[in-house]
């Protein structure tokens, strides 16, 4: 997700996290994450058309590399993670990371 949206997920201590903004994950941002010892990583970029678009090139960048990606499925009547959190409550965010999806079940749904 986008920086603020990083920010809030940040404080809410569930996971760790990293905003990767506008551009989508770049090779020095995983490579980044991978020295601080990241082996999984789980999306959540949002539902519109470009971030659709980002969560593809995300999960091949991440593959590429040897780890493991999960896409957290935020409901499609919210546009990102920080929208569902805002919108619902943390519990409901909790059950969200409960539900992460492999790339294959993410590109059946999103083709």
């Not at 993670?81 to 590109?107: G, N, Q, S, V, Y």
Request: aromatic letters at 6%.
């Amino acid at each position: 997700g986008g920086i603020l949206d990083a920010l809030l997920l940040d404080q809410l201590r569930l996971k760790p996290v990293m905003g990767i903004g506008e551009p989508g994950l770049s090779r020095e941002m995983l490579h980044t994450a991978e020295n601080f010892g990241c082996r999984h990583l789980i999306l959540a970029l949002g539902n519109g058309d470009r971030q659709k678009i980002d969560t593809t090139s995300a999960i091949r960048l991440i593959q590429e590399h040897g780890l493991a990606v999960s896409i957290l499925p935020i409901p499609t009547q919210y546009a990102d993670i920080d929208e569902f959190i805002r919108m619902t409550c943390l519990d409901h965010f909790k059950a969200l990371l409960k539900k992460t999806m492999t790339p294959e079940k993410w590109f059946a749904e999103n083709a």
